[in-house]
């Protein structure tokens, strides 16, 4: 078969090869790996600073409603009340995740920037019944990635609440990196938490936390998807349980 070619038009053109040349200038703005160890024997509220003061209000922090998202919104409208927030709703969350957003925003004033695609409804008539069974890549590609690549388009850097404790492949998360997947900064400011050191936390400054950890889900995402762990069991194996997904493919 022949591979079909798009030709752009001129505006086109010339749109994406500012994009492009506004890409690189963001890329040369750091030597990741100098910062990050530079950033590497700070404090998680140290290395937020850092980042507001290098992306002020050009930074997005992400929030799955789940434990650690709870102690980066803590640290953050400390250090900065205007912190922007934003989570990616798959309509698929469970009603605790929601109840827990509610929490949140009261308990620190803010407002959390929704971002989503698809209905369910037009996400079956398009794609079939149960996406998340028959192809769960491509109903987190529809309902994650593409939502999570229009918030991200319109910040410089984001933040997110991994640690590298959650699993073999964010074992050497760094706290800053060039995010090749959507072409902006990443800061990782939990990334060597422990989970003794988030509990410490979240008990320590009475911070609302999703009580579904408390019911056996260490990593809570969307119902299809999650399931409480058995003792012994890592804390990720609770997700896309039974196939080989380990990763929603933002992080
Ligand atoms: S976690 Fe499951 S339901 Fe949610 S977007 Fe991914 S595959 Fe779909």
Redesign the pocket.
């Given at each position: 078969m022949e591979p079909t070619t798009t030709t752009l038009t001129p505006a086109e053109a010339e749109a994406a090869r500012k994009a492009e040349e506004a890409t690189r200038a963001l890329a040369a703005r750091f030597d990741a790996e100098a910062v990050a160890a530079q950033l590497e024997p700070l404090g998680a509220g140290e290395v937020l600073e850092w980042a507001f003061e290098q992306f002020g209000q050009d930074m997005y922090i992400a929030c799955s409603f789940q434990k650690t998202s709870s102690v980066v919104m803590h640290l953050a409208t400390e250090i900065n009340p205007d912190a922007r927030f934003f989570y990616l709703d798959?309509d698929?969350l469970f009603p605790e995740t929601y109840e827990t957003r509610d929490r949140l925003a009261e308990r620190f004033g803010v407002e959390f920037e929704r971002w989503h695609n698809l209905t369910p409804e037009e996400q079956a008539k398009q794609y079939g019944d149960q996406?998340?069974k028959t192809d769960?890549d491509a109903?987190?590609g529809i309902?994650?990635v593409e939502p999570m690549r229009r918030a991200l388009s319109t910040v410089d850097c984001w933040v997110s609440g991994i640690r590298r404790e959650d699993s073999a492949t964010r074992a050497n998360a760094p706290k800053f990196t060039w995010d090749k997947r959507f072409d902006i900064w990443k800061v990782n400011p939990l990334a060597d938490w422990t989970e003794r050191d988030v509990w410490t936390h979240l008990h320590k400054n009475n911070i609302p936390y999703n009580p579904l950890h408390d019911q056996g889900y260490p990593s809570i995402?969307?119902t299809?998807?999650t399931r409480p762990v058995m003792p012994g069991q890592s804390s990720r194996d609770g997700r896309?349980s039974g196939s080989g997904k380990t990763e929603?493919g933002i992080n």
């Open positions: 798959t698929f996406l998340w769960p109903c987190c309902r994650k995402g969307c299809h998807c896309w929603c």
